[in-house]
């Protein structure tokens, strides 16, 4: 089968061509993969900027989708000929995180043993998983829109931690990669309309224009002038989608007296933002980070199911579909924000 292989020790990427996996446990499930995204974090790894292991090689790709195509013995929740979408990420459950519904701050599971980065995943034509990581799909939902399931669900866990969020409220968000774009939506489809969105990528603004939101669309330039215009000029949340760091800071001291910041996007782990105590005491800020999806990708569904093609269209949302083999004409193009997001079709 064909497969992307990345070697941490070198940090490279490699298009092979590798055997099939067999199922060796009796929980696992193959899944012959429709659809495979390039998420913001395997970037990450291929520049050497997220952690993972420098030993030996593994297959990237942790937000897809596809069909089963065999089971092991002791599987029961899913059947060969179902299609579904795949949690890449789970706990040790032993744990005291695990045990109180925190899978994501396991030291054991969570992102330390995440399906794409740790351990084999879906930038092949197959791919081996336990069966407790698979969703499976209603009919009402295709194959690429479930290609979006894994972000929509980390997302999905963002907007329990941000909620309530009163419609009426003026919200800002930073960047519009695809992330950024599904957050549009996900506002738009709960009913906000006094949202402005900020990226200075003018191709990214023009796929926000094609979600019909109708939500101001500003770069950061334009977003300054606007508050040197009106020292008052302020939001009651903010959502950061880029992981700049610079871009947080000035999102925080855009936050009206009350306000929230969501850290949602990934920065390096380096890097670090510069935050006065007094003036989170006095603006009664509150400041929270969104960690992968623990036990929301059936929100994420839901999700999916109540936006349909209105939000989950790939062209609205700036997403290009390649081949696997022109997985560095995707790159490049990510790199340079021409599209919002690659998806490989297998």
Aim: charged fraction near 20%; charge should be neutral; glycine fraction near 10%.
């Amino acid at each position: 089968m064909e497969a992307l292989r990345f070697t941490g020790s070198t940090k490279i990427l490699e298009y092979v061509q590798v055997p099939v996996p067999e199922i060796s446990a009796p929980d696992q499930v193959l899944i012959k993969v429709a659809f495979s995204g390039v998420c913001g974090t395997d970037l990450h790894i291929i520049a050497g900027e997220f952690p993972m292991s420098n030993k030996g090689t593994k297959i990237l790709g942790h937000e897809f989708s596809g069909t089963i195509v065999k089971v092991g013995s002791a599987v029961k929740n899913v059947r060969v000929g179902d299609r579904v979408t795949v949690d890449p990420n789970e706990g040790c459950r032993c744990c005291d995180f695990c045990h109180s519904g925190n899978p994501h701050y396991c030291n054991i599971g969570g992102i330390h043993n995440t399906v794409g980065i740790h351990r084999d995943g879906g930038w092949a034509t197959y791919a081996l998983v336990p069966t407790n990581l698979v969703q499976k799909l209603p009919e009402s939902i295709t194959l690429e829109q479930a290609a979006l399931a894994e972000p929509l669900a980390c997302l999905a866990h963002g907007w329990d931690l941000l909620s309530p969020v009163p419609v009426g409220s003026r919200i800002l968000v930073i960047g519009a990669g695809i992330i950024g774009n599904l957050w549009v939506s996900v506002l738009h489809l709960q009913g906000h309309r006094k949202v402005t969105v900020s990226e200075p990528n003018q191709a990214r603004l023009n796929y926000v224009k094609k979600l019909e939101t109708g939500f101001q669309l500003l770069t950061p330039d334009q977003l300054r002038k606007n508050r040197d215009a009106d020292p008052n000029y302020a939001f009651e949340v903010v959502i950061d989608c880029s992981g700049f760091c610079p871009a947080v800071e000035y999102g925080l001291s855009l936050l009206t007296k009350g306000g929230k910041l969501c850290c949602f996007g990934i920065p390096p782990p380096d890097k670090t933002i510069s935050v006065s105590p007094f003036e989170l005491y006095a603006r009664e800020i509150t400041i929270f980070a969104v960690n992968v999806n623990p036990f929301s990708m059936v929100k994420s569904v839901g999700f999916i199911e109540a936006m349909g093609s209105r939000y989950i269209d790939y062209d609205r949302l700036g997403v290009q579909v390649f081949p696997l083999g022109s997985y560095q004409q995707a790159l490049d193009l990510l790199k340079t924000g021409t599209i919002a997001k690659a998806i490989f079709q297998l």
